[in-house]
């Protein structure tokens, strides 16, 4: 099984400042036949489902505003909100969908410092 | 707008049988792979099943095979999972989840509203 991690496990960021979070695949996510990369970010909040932020790495989801950005290749990606919301406040997760099982990052908590 | 309409939670007995459904609308049913992913009290998401958009080809989480079985509807745009031999360690609150790519391998762009089942004596 391909194992996700991230970091840090929490954080907390003022309003308006970056806040990045870091992941890592055990393995390369990147499917060679179509050179794509097999990686979203989710973020939930508190009682609602999770919603889709980034797949392929780096593409933003419907609707998902531009301050949620991705990047990264191979085994190690980054989310980044560049200027932070008071509704940014929620659990992000990376989750690789290269291969079932399917897995996911532990979460990492964002909150306003 | 796409919607997924999660029925079936509830309480059930460890040994016991359940069956979740989920109705889908908004979108093209039959051209997407469709998943279950739960998430027990306090903490993350684990991936559980994945349907493909015709039915014939499924996946399963090791925590659940030979015991869930994950079927669609594509006349009735639902799917559905059935969990039998519920185990306490299975407590969670269960997602329906719409695949973001046509095919098997894809990110999960809209989801139903989550469904508890609680599996205590």
């Known amino acids: 099984d391909i194992v996700m991690t991230q970091f840090p496990d929490s954080l907390a960021v003022s309003l308006g400042e970056r806040a990045t979070i870091n992941c890592k695949s055990s393995?390369?996510?990147?499917?060679?036949?179509?050179?794509?990369?097999?990686l979203a970010w989710y973020q939930q909040k508190p009682g609602q489902p999770p919603r889709l932020l980034i797949h392929?790495?780096?593409t933003r989801g419907y609707g998902v505003p531009d301050r949620f950005s991705g990047s990264g290749s191979g085994t190690d990606f980054t989310l980044t909100i560049s200027s932070l919301q008071a509704e940014d406040v929620a659990v992000y997760y990376c989750q690789q969908y290269y291969t079932t099982p399917f897995t996911f990052g532990p979460g990492t908590t964002v909150d306003i410092k | 707008e796409v919607q997924l309409l999660q029925s079936g939670g509830g309480l059930v007995q460890p040994g016991g049988s359940l069956r979740l459904s989920c109705v889908a609308s908004g979108f093209t049913f039959r051209d997407y792979a469709m998943s279950w992913v739960r998430q027990a009290p306090g903490k993350g998401l684990e991936w559980v099943s994945t349907?493909?958009?015709?039915?014939?080809?499924?996946h399963y989480a090791d925590s659940v095979k030979g015991r869930f079985i994950i079927s669609r509807d594509n006349s009735k745009n639902t799917l559905y999972l059935r969990m039998n031999s519920l185990r306490v360690e299975d407590t969670a609150v269960y997602y329906c989840?719409?695949?973001?790519?046509?095919?098997?391998?894809?990110?999960?762009?809209?989801w139903g509203q989550g469904t508890l089942v609680p599996v205590s004596s």
């Open positions: 349907i493909s958009s015709g039915g014939s080809d499924t």
């Open positions: 392929g790495a780096s």
């Open positions: 989840a719409k695949s973001g790519l046509t095919g098997d391998l894809s990110d999960f762009d809209y």
């Open positions: 393995q390369s996510v990147l499917y060679s036949t179509n050179n794509k990369i097999y």
